[in-house]
């Protein structure tokens, strides 16, 4: 995920009592020791929470993430899961 949209998520996780957590160099299955963003989170009822208001934010105030970046990376969202909470990277 990259990494202005992890913060994204994680600013509205955080303004939303959300209990979110930004990983910065996680490796998940088949990346081969490559590392990327990705955000740690309970449900994944609250990732949609966190991915509506950040859509939200972005449509309105237009910067280097476009919603269609966005569509874009969340077509191609991965995840693991780590005992009670899952990284979606």
Do not use: W
Not at 40 to 49: G, S
Not at 54 to 59: C, D, K, N, R, S
């Amino acid at each position: 995920m990259k990494e202005a949209i992890a913060k994204g998520i994680i600013a509205f996780a955080e303004s939303n009592d959300i209990d979110a957590k930004l990983h910065t160099t996680y490796s998940g299955r088949g990346m081969f020791g490559r590392t990327t963003h990705g955000v740690t989170i309970d449900a994944v009822q609250d990732l949609i929470v966190c991915i509506v208001a950040y859509t939200e934010h972005i449509t309105k105030h237009p910067g280097d993430v476009t919603p269609e970046k966005l569509a874009y990376e969340m077509r191609n969202l991965q995840y693991d899961t780590l005992g009670q909470s899952t990284i979606y990277y």
